[in-house]
């Protein structure tokens, strides 16, 4: 009776399907386990970007890092766009311009339409710190070109690749209002950097619920400026949901490292010419490794 009873008990193998009726509820227990726990993610997900939404001025270079809107304010706000595409292909139109954004605030504004967003990145992303590269930003379109300017002070956004003329210089400016900045550059054969401009007079284009009226000229940028006057001041906005991801990466105003606390110190060991040993007391430390044990 025993051998039988055993012997009904099939084998099974990770990946091997059940026949229908066999393990029914296991299986529906496993399953509703995996729906529990996708539920919890999702709620845990859900907590974490709770309040995150929309977008924010920046307070820092590192919220420049991903998606940005960037505004001017002068009599009216303005957004910077780059053409649509159908502009670029009937105009051959590639250089970006302002654009009035119709009834709303500098903190209520946000991007409407992929051409009003660049996504920013450091130009030299491997430059240490003392490097004057470190601080350099591109700004890429919604089409893949990026922002530059040459020595004219002539600004477009048609070049497929990073160079001197599309590596920016943010300068933060605080005293100015919430995420207000001016962004420099330095084209080769010039002495010193100049800075991105608005040229608004009364010619900006007024847009429809912030996008981009295609009757009238919007208002031009120039990168012609020696030092940062009113023209020369722009308002930078990133995703909430984005900064706040960040700044939870942060602790102590420092990256998280994957190993905990009291793990040994890889530069004195190192100095004390026992860095090896060091190195296998931290992977053993921060891991379950059977080879360095």
Not at 237 to 266: E, L, N, W
């Amino acid at each position: 009776m025993e051998y039988r009873e055993a012997r009904s008990k099939k084998l099974s193998f990770k990946g091997e399907a059940k026949c229908a009726g066999q393990g029914a509820n296991s299986s529906n227990s496993d399953a509703s386990a995996k729906r529990k726990s996708k539920k919890r993610h999702r709620e845990s997900k859900d907590e974490v970007s709770h309040g995150a939404a929309g977008w924010v001025p920046v307070e820092s270079l590192d919220d420049l890092e991903g998606p940005i809107s960037l505004y001017h304010r002068d009599e009216q706000l303005y957004i910077i766009a780059t053409p649509s595409k159908e502009a670029q292909v009937d105009l051959n139109e590639q250089a970006p311009a302002l654009y009035v954004v119709g009834n709303a605030s500098l903190m209520e504004s946000e991007p409407l339409s992929a051409e009003q967003v660049f996504a920013a990145r450091r130009s030299v992303p491997m430059a240490g710190p003392a490097d004057a590269e470190a601080a350099m930003f591109s700004l890429k379109s919604f089409a893949g070109t990026y922002l530059s300017a040459d020595r004219h002070g002539r600004v477009s956004c048609a070049s497929a690749a990073i160079g001197a003329l599309e590596m920016w210089s943010p300068v933060l400016l605080p005293d100015r209002g919430d995420g207000a900045v001016a962004f420099m550059i330095h084209p080769p054969g010039l002495s010193e950097g100049r800075f991105l401009s608005a040229d608004t007079g009364n010619t900006a284009a007024e847009s429809s619920q912030g996008g981009m009226a295609k009757s009238t000229q919007p208002a031009r940028l120039h990168a012609s400026g020696t030092s940062i006057g009113y023209s020369q001041v722009f308002f930078a906005k990133c995703q909430a949901a984005i900064k706040q991801k960040r700044f939870q990466s942060i602790q102590g105003g420092r990256p998280r490292s994957a190993v905990g606390h009291g793990m040994p110190d890889i530069g004195n060991a190192k100095l004390a010419g026992k860095d090896s040993e060091s190195l296998l007391d931290r992977r053993e430390k921060a891991k379950s490794d059977r080879y360095c044990k």
